[in-house]
Structures are given as structure tokens and as C-alpha cells.
């Protein structure tokens, strides 16, 4: 957890600003037509994952992750999961609404769980991180855009939102071997008889990579990952449109598939 020390009284109003701003990005979380938009400027990353953690905070628990490698333009992608895991036949997400059809937003990927904490303020190896990774599995990342339409966020708007994270669904075990060598996975997506392809490749070469950069990057800011959270590493095709309740069948070729519906979470 971050600790900011404050000298002035302009700082401790910023200070109440980020919480009152991590308070309305939490509030948006639960409304079917989200409207993330703020009227505070952030102005470093730093304080962004600050309004992250006290949203965390907020919600109590902290179920995963989501991570890429550092990008080129210096930009970090990393942002806590705080909705509860998903699991089995029926999927709750809030839906996105497009020409007045009801659609869940999702991204396959690879959900990696820890086995054991991982305690803050320290460097961790390559060998360390492998050997707390109990388990992997097929997973999507459940996608909510919470911004305005006619709005145009910064990336530390985004970065501080959560990076349009709603959830995340844990599909069936894959071998942890097969996990750490999928930078290619083709997938076919099925709904009322109708198949979406991709050839999907992952976008940091490998599943595995950034989970050591971001266990560390954490560690460093005084951030404590807990045994159980998941962490997921990017989509290996982008966002994925599927229609409600109907079911949807996931094939990660060569790997494996899983049947599931996706149901309203407000309703």
C-alpha cells in the first residue's frame, strides 16, 4: 500500500480529492450506465495506482490482476481485479448495450493463481515467482467501458479506472506447462451457431512475462498479493462481443474449451 505524506494544505486537499474521485469510480462499478467521468487531474502514475488501491480498499478484497510488460510509450498497464471470481455455467457482467442489443464484453486469456502471499519489499526471481504460481487456467477478462461516450479519458484516467475491468472468469485447469508456452493460441468462439475465429497471439510473447514484471513493480510500491488472486496477462484477441444468455462456447485450440452464459448482474 502506498503511504503519502502531506507538508500542506493544498496537498491534503488533493489527497481528499483522490479519495473522493476513487470513491465515484467505485460507486460506477455497480450502474448499468457507468459514467466515469472527473473533474480531477492526475498527474502521475503513481497517483493513479493510489486511487486504485483506495478502491481496493473500499471493496475490501482484492480477488486478482490484470497486467501487460511496460509499453513502449512508457505507459504501465496493471490494475487490481476487485469483483469476485466467476466460475461454472453462468457468468454475471454487467452488459454493454449496442443498438439496443444486449452484449458481454470478454477478452480470453490466461489466469495464473497464487499459491502463497507475496510480500512486499523485496526483488523476486524468474524461479521464485514460477514456483508461487499454483495453477493456471483459461480465463476471460469481463470488459466494462465506464466512460461517457462523448468523452476522450487520459490514459491515467483510465489507468486510476481500472483499465475497463469488470471481472474475471476462471474456465477450466490447463497444465501449467502448456500455459507457459502459448504465445499463439487459435480460438473459436461459438453463439447460436455462429463461430468468431481468431488466430490468436499473445501481446507480450508470452503469458508468463508479465507477472515478473508486475510482482516486483508491486512489491516495490509496498504492496502485498495475496495467495488465491488470480492474474491475467492480456487477451489473445482483443475484445470479444457475445450475446447474453445464450451459451457461448470458448475453444482454445489444442488446449481445450468450456460452455458458458453470460447473465445480467443487476438484473
Request: glycine content about 6%; proline content about 5%.
Amino acid at each position: 500500500m502506498y503511504d503519502f505524506y502531506f507538508y500542506d494544505d493544498a496537498a491534503v486537499t488533493y489527497n481528499t480529492h483522490l479519495t473522493e474521485l476513487a470513491q465515484h469510480l467505485f460507486a460506477q462499478r455497480n450502474y448499468p450506465n457507468p459514467n466515469s467521468d472527473f473533474a480531477v487531474s492526475l498527474q502521475s502514475i503513481e497517483q493513479a495506482i493510489r486511487v486504485q488501491q483506495k478502491m481496493a480498499e473500499l471493496n475490501g478484497h482484492v480477488t486478482g490482476w490484470k497486467c501487460l510488460v511496460p509499453q513502449a510509450n512508457d505507459q504501465l498497464i496493471v490494475a487490481p481485479i476487485l469483483q469476485a471470481a466467476e466460475r461454472g455455467q453462468l457468468c454475471g457482467i454487467i452488459p454493454a448495450i449496442k443498438d439496443e442489443q444486449s452484449l458481454a464484453l470478454i477478452e480470453p486469456e490466461i489466469a495464473f493463481i497464487l499459491g502463497q502471499d507475496i510480500e512486499p519489499y523485496r526483488h523476486y526471481s524468474h524461479d521464485e515467482i514460477d514456483a508461487a504460481i499454483s495453477a493456471t487456467h483459461m480465463a476471460l477478462e469481463l470488459i466494462q467501458n465506464r466512460f461517457s461516450r462523448d468523452s476522450q479519458p487520459s490514459y491515467l484516467q483510465k489507468l486510476a479506472d481500472g483499465l475497463s475491468n469488470q471481472g474475471v472468469y476462471i474456465g477450466p485447469q490447463i497444465p501449467k506447462s502448456v500455459a507457459y508456452q502459448a504465445s499463439h493460441v487459435d480460438l473459436v468462439v461459438t453463439a447460436n451457431n455462429q463461430q468468431q475465429v481468431f488466430n490468436g497471439k499473445h501481446p507480450c510473447e508470452l503469458p508468463q512475462l508479465p507477472i515478473y514484471w508486475m510482482i516486483n513493480y508491486l512489491a516495490e510500491q509496498g504492496i502485498t498479493l495475496c495467495a488465491g488472486q488470480a492474474i491475467i496477462t492480456g487477451s489473445y484477441c482483443g475484445v470479444v462481443k457475445v450475446p447474453m444468455t445464450a451459451e457461448v462456447t470458448i475453444e482454445y485450440k489444442d488446449i481445450g474449451q468450456f460452455t458458458v452464459s453470460f447473465v445480467d448482474a443487476l438484473a
